[in-house]
């Protein structure tokens, strides 16, 4: 099934600064394009000396700004621009470019326009990991954020010249998902001052990928989640200004930017681990995991022999939901001898993966498991790509989405889950 066409009509500036990620930027304007997006380019004079102007040229049709004094322009084109665009996508944000920007200065053509823009403004930051880990880096991004700006990135991963560790840029898909995401949230194009961290103050927890139950040491039981909606779901989070927990079964993902990732393997490893981290106080949990029902009776020490004909016995797991709902039951009942009783957190999310009859499996879940929502998905639809097609349901009803991508399904999860708890009208587990 082709992807839908989700960046439709919009208008984006792609600015690009002066790092070797500004490669990547190429990619980013075909992606953009790809998905419906008019796109129009801003370089650094910097940036031109990692890609030519005239790449852009020829795939536009229109040479990028570079110079604002260009006697070629007719009028502000800085002001044209940002009055143009429904959104402002930076990649690569290089360590200049934040300073520049949390100090508010607009001495180039980049700055200028992104002064000028009247829509969304996302930055994709990439430099090395010790120019990303300086203070001043840390200071301006929290500026920044705390000024309305959104981020993707930057991910952990190699680097062009070979090093390796948190500066990569975010591969261009994910900053295409992280902008739809963006303005899906925002129903279009709005003002940078009017984003919202919304999450800020929550903390939540969020599991992603599949659990690997081990035959022997070389064999194992496994499925074919890939971790991208776990890890959508964790950096949109993230991006909204929550504490965010991710844990992850065996992946091939980087741990999401400012994100706290414990990587496990065994369904019993992660109730391990969601049991201790929800015992410390969560707000939401999201179990976005692939978790496997059984494992083998037993694990062999070495490799198992060909030996004719084998039946595999297989035992229960523990169902990691469904305990945390029976337990937040319990304290709903304790609760209710108090005078002034009270919802438990945390708010339980948790996913139906089926092959048939998708909503009706998705309401037993609900029931069940005792949760407050089931985000239902069809196992051709939800795995391992970046869209993803679900139902919500609720108490309340079914709630039926368009295809979208991962990125905007996970906003549209952590909607559910502020009205959710606003409803219940929840205290956070922080206290704050
Ligand atoms: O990772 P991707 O490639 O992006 O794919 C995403 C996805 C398809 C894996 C995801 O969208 C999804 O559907 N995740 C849930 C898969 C699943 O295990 O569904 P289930 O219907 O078997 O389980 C219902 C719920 O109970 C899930 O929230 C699951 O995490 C949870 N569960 C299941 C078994 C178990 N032992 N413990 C659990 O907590």
């Known amino acids: 099934m082709l992807p839908a066409v989700m960046l439709s009509g919009k208008r984006i500036v792609v600015g690009i600064g002066g790092g070797i990620a500004a490669f990547k930027a190429v990619e980013l304007v075909r992606e953009l394009g790809r998905r419906g997006a008019e796109v129009r380019v801003v370089m650094t004079p910097a940036a031109t000396r990692f890609v030519g102007p005239v790449t852009f040229t020829g795939l536009l049709g229109r040479p990028p700004v570079v110079d604002l004094w260009d006697p070629s322009y007719a009028g502000e084109v800085h002001v044209e621009l940002g009055d143009w665009a429904d959104a402002m996508v930076v990649a690569p944000a290089t360590m200049n470019v934040l300073a520049r920007l949390a100090q508010g200065q607009a001495n180039d053509a980049l700055l200028a326009t992104l002064a000028c823009a009247r829509g969304l403004r996302l930055l994709a930051p990439a430099m090395h990991p010790s120019m990303w880990g300086q203070p001043a880096t840390q200071r301006n991004v929290e500026t920044l954020r705390t000024d309305g700006w959104h981020f993707c990135g930057p991910v952990d991963g190699p680097l062009a010249n070979g090093a390796s560790g948190v500066g990569r840029m975010a591969e261009p898909s994910v900053i295409a998902d992280a902008l739809e995401a963006a303005l899906a949230a925002h129903g279009g194009a709005i003002g940078a001052a ?239």
């Open 194 to 432: 009017q984003a919202t961290e919304d999450l800020r103050g929550l903390r939540v927890l969020v599991t992603a990928g599949p659990t690997y139950e081990d035959l022997d040491p070389v064999r194992f039981l496994g499925n074919r989640s890939s971790g991208k909606m776990g890890f959508a779901l964790a950096s949109r989070a993230r991006a909204r200004g929550a504490e965010v927990l991710l844990v992850s079964g065996p992946v091939a993902l980087t741990d999401p930017a400012g994100v706290t990732t414990l990587r496990v393997r065994s369904a019993r490893e992660m109730h391990a681990a969601v049991k201790s981290e929800v015992a410390k106080g969560v707000d939401v949990v999201i179990m976005a995991a692939a978790v496997a029902d059984y494992r083998p009776a037993e694990q062999a020490a070495e490799k198992i022999k060909k030996a004719g004909e084998r039946a595999l016995e297989l035992v229960r797991n523990p169902d990691i939901l469904a305990e945390l709902g029976a337990e937040r039951a319990e304290r709903a009942t304790a609760a209710a001898h108090d005078t002034e009783p009270r919802s438990p957190t945390p708010v339980l999310i948790g996913f139906a993966l089926e092959t048939t009859d998708v909503e009706r499996y998705a309401r037993g879940k609900l029931v069940s498991k005792r949760c407050d929502l089931i985000v239902a998905n069809e196992a051709r639809d939800g795995f391992a790509g970046d869209t993803n097609r679900a139902h919500l349901v609720s108490a309340d009803g079914v709630q039926s989405l368009d295809t979208m991508s991962k990125a905007a399904l996970a906003d549209r999860i952590w909607d559910a889950a502020l009205r959710l708890r606003s409803a219940a009208q929840l205290p956070t587990a922080t206290g704050n």
